[in-house]
Nanobody, 123 residues
Framework: QVQLVEAGGGLVQAGGSLRLSCAAS????????MGWFRQAPGKERDFVAAISQGGGIIYYADSVKGRFIISRDNAKNTVYLQMNSLKSEDTAVYYCAAGSNTAAVRTSRVDHWGQGTQVTVSS
């Protein structure tokens, strides 16, 4: 069993940056592909980014490509999402997720979810 705890959300002005982190409990973090999703009010939860177990395969949603960077540190059981050039439309609750591979994570076939962290971008 893996428990995921996100941190780093908050209020930021448009054009600013935030870095989210997701700490995983347990010894099997490196066995999971990891991902980030987000859900804006009144909308469905959308895929943001995914990273493979070793970090060599990475995917981004078109809406964040070139602005967001996903990374992981298996020694620290943590995955990160560096968010730059933030826009008001990035406002959402951001969720960390763990799955068997990046293809599964990208299509929301996720084994574990975090509780979410709020990101609010003011214009």
């Amino acid at each position: 069993q893996v428990q995921l705890v996100e941190a780093g959300g908050g209020l930021v002005q448009a054009g600013g940056s935030l870095r989210l982190s997701c700490a995983a409990s347990g010894r099997t973090f490196s066995a999971y592909a990891m991902g980030w999703f987000r859900q804006a009010p009144g909308k469905e939860r959308d895929f943001v980014a995914a990273i493979s177990q070793g970090g060599g395969i990475i995917y981004y949603a078109d809406s964040v490509k070139g602005r967001f960077i996903i990374s992981r540190d298996n020694a620290k059981n943590t995955v990160y999402l560096q968010m730059n050039s933030l826009k008001s439309e990035d406002t959402a609750v951001y969720y960390c997720a763990a799955g068997s591979n990046t293809a599964a994570v990208r299509t929301s076939r996720v084994d574990h979810w975090g509780q979410g962290t709020q990101v609010t971008v003011s214009s």
